[in-house]
Structures are given as C-alpha cells and as structure tokens.
C-alpha cells in the first residue's frame, strides 16, 4: 500500500499514521498486555507501555474515563484509512489504466466446462476469462460448494457507527481500542468510526438494535461529547473469518481458479498484501514461504 501511495499522490483515502492506543481498565489484562509488548519487540514492533496519565496526556479525549484506566500500550507506526474511499480511489485508477470494472454483476455459480477450466456464470451465461479469483468474503464457501471446494470461513456479523465530526468536538486522534469493551474507536479524516461485536448467526444482514445499543451505549460512556449532539451512521456487515485467523490465499485443484478469503477483521489491513502475494503467485509457479502458509492444504 506504501509503495501505491507513492506511485498515486491522487489516491486520497484519509490515510494517516496515527498510531494506535490499546487502553486497559484491569490490571491484571494489563500485565498480560506488557508481556505480549515485550515479545513485539522481539519482532521488531515498536511499543511503549503507559499508566493512566500518560494515556491522557497522549489523547486528551480519554479524560473522562481516566479514573477507570490501568494503563494502556501505544504504537506509533499503527495506520488508519476508509477502506471504501481505497477501493473507490483503486478502481478510478485502474479504470485510467484501461482496466473494465463490471459493476453490479453478481456470479450465479460456478461450474466446470468441457476443458474442466472453471466458468463463472452470470444470469446463464459464462464471462470471459483467463483466471478466476474468489475474494467474495462471507459468500465464499457459497459460491464455491457447486465445485465441491471447502473452505472453512464463516460469518462473524460485526457492527460500525459513523459519526460526521464537528472542529470542536471532542474526540479521540489516535486509533483508540477499549480492550475490555472489544471496541475500537477510528479517526477517519472528519469523522469518527466506532465498530465491534462479533456475532455468530448465519448470513442475515439484520441488524439488530440491542447490539446497535451496545455500540452507542459504550461509545457515550468514553467519549460523552460526542453523542450528544451528532447522529451517527449504523452500519451491519459479516467478517469472513477462518478458525486460525489465517486467511487462505493460492490455487485449488483447478487450474484457473484461485482463492483471496477469509481475512476476516483485517480485510484492509492484509489486502494489498495478500493481493501482491496472488499476483505473484499467478505469474510465477516458484516455491514460497508465505504460499505455504496461506495455501487452502494448510
């Protein structure tokens, strides 16, 4: 993503390093949060553990909770971005580049033509293609159950709110996780993003209003100034996760059917990258770690 933001100035997604706050409000997540940062470090992470003070001194919105703090483990290099303005952004740019886009163009099915290539039907009628990659998130094992392919990604239905920001509204700067809440908070240009819970129940995209509660509730209790005076936006989608967390990346048993699934709540954060490893993947039939570990056999 580095390097496309630096072959596209134009690209503009309210991309930011703002670094990431992970405040805890018990002392003993605490302690298990500082063993974790000294085993990043290992890795080359860069970390800072920080008492209450220091929490609100490097985001002043978090003063009202301040009391109910242990502490927190700030990261510098953590980045935000609006996932939608990307790939609105990507598709201008590629469409520049003489790319066809066919939008609202839902797949039937897949299914096996007389070369036993993979076809991809739409209203009836195959599309012409070379290769074919499902990225279809939570529709995946949908889609792929006509070729008899099983790929373990499941649903998980999480929930956002939107909150248009006014210049003196009080409201977080850093990308701020309230661990106990399992609710993060997101600073996207003028508006704030608040999204969490993880609900396992099928394929509904309804939304349901005890969860949208939960959502406005907790969000009133850490920044109060916030929900008073703005409407937010309240948004449902399914998080396509694997068991492992680990999302599948590579071929299948069919030559020209490729698989791009189950990133599950890091969809943006891995995609570029997941992207580059397939590209490559593509191009050539060399041997790699990371195929390896991304591979549908694994």
């Known amino acids: 993503m580095h390097e496309l933001i630096g072959t596209e100035p134009t690209l503009d997604f309210d991309f930011v390093r703002s670094g990431k706050l992970v405040v805890h409000r018990d002392a003993n997540a605490m302690q298990n949060a500082l063993r974790l940062l000294e085993f990043q470090r290992a890795l080359g992470c860069e970390q800072q553990a920080l008492n209450a003070d220091a929490c609100v001194e490097l985001e002043p ?21 609006d996932c939608l303005r990307f790939c609105e952004g990507l598709a201008a740019v590629l469409r520049e580049r003489g790319v066809r886009l066919l939008m609202n163009t839902p797949i039937d099915t897949l299914r096996l033509n007389a070369n036993g290539d993979v076809e991809a039907l739409q209203k009836g009628a195959p599309l012409a293609t070379d290769h074919i990659v499902v990225a279809s998130g939570a529709g995946a094992a949908h889609l792929l159950k006509a070729l008899h392919i099983r ?85 449902t989608g399914l998080r396509p996760a694997t068991p492992r967390g680990t999302p599948i990346v590579g071929p299948t048993r069919y030559r020209n059917l490729w698989l791009n699934v189950g990133h599950g709540a890091l969809g943006f954060t891995l995609a570029t990258g997941s992207a580059a490893l397939l590209a490559d993947w593509l191009a050539s039939s060399a041997g790699h770690e990371l195929r390896r570990t991304f591979a549908l056999s694994n």
Do not use: C, M, N
């Open 151 to 235: 790929v373990p990604v499941y649903p998980l239905k999480g929930y956002s709110l939107t909150f248009d920001l006014q210049p003196e509204t009080v409201a977080p700067r850093l990308s701020v996780t309230d661990f106990s809440r399992k609710v993060v908070y997101a600073r996207l240009g003028d508006r704030l993003r608040v999204a969490g819970i993880a609900d396992i129940e099928g394929y509904s995209l309804e939304a349901d209003p005890i969860r949208l509660g939960t959502l406005h509730t907790e969000t009133a209790a850490l920044l109060p100034d916030l929900t008073g005076s703005i409407t937010a936006r309240e948004w």
């Open 61 to 81: 919105a978090l003063s009202h909770v301040k009391p109910l703090l242990a502490g927190g483990i700030h990261t510098p290099s953590e980045e935000t971005a």
